[in-house]
């Protein structure tokens, strides 16, 4: 049965709200009326929109309903209930229950009905794209027609959650640089604008030249507090220019492309995006998806857009029957070792298995690399700070030294 939202008045006045499943929208005022409930409002949960809660028009505002972690925790939930011999309809029930948003409960409601009504349920998925994305759902479909869907939803649940845990550890490698650097700014700038200008009205009134260094930095100072705003305006102009550069196609695979010949952060790009290329893809292979199939939804999931490019044009020659490791090592963007286990996979029949060890040494190699990195710009960013802050700090002190060679 389908589910509707409701909103009602109780005896003493007061307003609930909730889901309830009904033939009509007529059926479910019945059971409000039966509950001594008086029916104000009641709409069908028909799609993600209004499973979200609000129009279709507020699509870009609202925030997902499921964020990563809390995704992955749930796709564990139900693998858990449907492998333990729970049928789906209780099993989405159960965690409909559960859920302590208001918005996962309407999702979920929307969910169970849409199987209640005989759909499959990757179909049901389908009409919540921004929360199930088409790896997700084509892993569920494979479950489904193999009738392995508990074993499958595992599997995704742990590729979930070893996604999520790289990213984590990536975001954690590179936090502590750029909360440096971000203060070192502050800091610097508050210097330069402020206490140079402080100190040198001091010496505004001595006829002594400046030394060279005080000069300079006074002219610095004098720069930014004229034209700091015209500075920031330029660079907010040109985030915005880059931003809209990167939506066109064409623009941003030469960008992409540019970031992976990067000396440090391009082959952590490129290492990322074959991890989780390659994880994907196992993934798929060892859920029963179609090479081809899994191909292109494996290559749907890079965010470097000049690797995608390769991934589909490794998609159209393994169609043309290439095998797929000679695919992969045509395309020098993605590292060999993708490669050489992808032909170990095909030469022993267990590609998925291959390909899933390749993710796994790719992920430590990226998650190594990263923590070199930010070991060795922590030191290099404090170093380069405490340099700034010496010059500007000799800038201030030079008029003073020079005051008391003049005086003695």
């Not at 499943?21 to 993600?48: F, K, M, N, W, Y």
């Not at 729970?86 to 159960?94: C, G, K, M, V, Y």
Request: no cysteine; proline share 4%.
């Amino acid at each position: 049965m389908p589910a509707y939202r409701f909103e009602a008045l109780d005896a003493s006045g007061k307003t609930q709200s909730g889901l309830l499943e009904g033939d009509s929208a007529r059926a479910v005022r019945a059971q409000l009326r039966a509950r001594s409930l008086v029916p104000l409002e009641v709409s069908p949960v028909t799609s993600e929109s209004e499973a979200s809660g609000n129009g279709a028009g507020a699509s870009l505002l609202r925030r997902r309903v499921f964020t990563a972690t809390t995704l992955a925790v749930w796709t564990r939930q139900l693998a858990g209930l449907v492998a333990a011999g729970l049928p789906l309809e209780r099993a989405l029930t159960a965690l409909a229950d559960e859920a302590e948003e208001p918005r996962q409960r309407e999702l979920l409601a929307h969910l169970r009905a849409e199987v209640n009504a005989g759909s499959p349920f990757a179909r049901a998925l389908s009409g919540a794209p921004r929360e199930f994305d088409e790896v997700y759902r084509a892993v569920v479909a494979a479950g489904e027609q193999s009738g392995q869907l508990g074993r499958v939803l595992e599997r995704l649940a742990d590729d979930l959650e070893e996604r999520q845990a790289l990213k984590a550890k990536l975001i954690g490698a590179t936090l502590y640089p750029a909360i440096v650097s971000v203060v070192a700014v502050v800091i610097v700038i508050f210097l330069v604008t402020y206490v140079v200008p402080q100190v040198a009205q001091v010496f505004a009134g001595s006829k002594k030249a400046l030394p060279l260094l005080t000069s300079a930095m006074l002219a610095i100072s004098a720069f930014l507090r004229q034209w700091g705003w015209a500075l920031l305006l330029a660079l907010i102009g040109a985030g915005t220019a880059l931003v809209l550069m990167r939506r066109n196609e064409a623009t941003r695979e030469r960008l992409d492309a540019a970031v992976l010949r990067l000396p440090l952060f391009g082959r952590l790009a490129r290492g990322y995006n074959a991890a989780r290329f390659a994880g994907t893809l196992a993934m798929l292979a060892g859920s029963g998806v179609p090479i081809l199939k899994a191909l292109q939804a494996a290559a749907e999931t890079l965010s470097n857009r000049a690797m995608r490019a390769d991934a589909m044009e490794a998609l159209v020659q393994v169609r043309e029957g290439a095998p797929l490791a000679s695919a992969l090592a045509a395309k020098k963007r993605f590292p060999g070792l993708l490669a050489m286990f992808a032909r170990l996979g095909e030469q022993t029949g267990e590609l998925p298995l291959m390909l899933q060890r390749a993710a796994t040494q790719l992920g430590a190699e990226v998650q190594r690399r990263a923590m070199q990195t930010a070991t060795i710009l922590e030191p290099l960013l404090i170093v380069g700070m405490g340099g700034i802050v010496m010059v500007i700090v000799l800038a201030v002190l030079l008029p003073i030294i020079q005051l008391n060679t003049f005086v003695k």
